[in-house]
């Protein structure tokens, strides 16, 4: 995870380890569908935090 100021809205520890897998499976799924190969840029965890923020704050 990031070195960021955590947000109310933030998934805790015992959360992400129940979607954690399945968010990992599906990205391994489609990076291996992707042409040209490269790594995704950005952390799973703080994606689906960010999704959270916004739709708490709208």
């Known amino acids: ?3 960021r100021k955590p947000y109310p809205s933030d998934l ?3 959360r992400w380890a129940l979607i954690e897998p399945t968010l990992t ?5 489609r990076l ?3 042409p040209t190969g ?3 840029k950005v952390e799973l965890r703080d994606v689906f935090d ?3 923020y916004l739709n ?3």
């Open 25 to 29: 499976a599906w990205r391994k799924a």
């Open 12 to 14: 805790s520890d015992a």
């Open 50 to 52: 960010a999704i959270l």
């Open 38 to 40: 490269q790594p995704a």
């Open 1 to 3: 995870m990031s070195q």
């Open 56 to 58: 708490r704050t709208g």
């Open 32 to 34: 291996d569908r992707r």
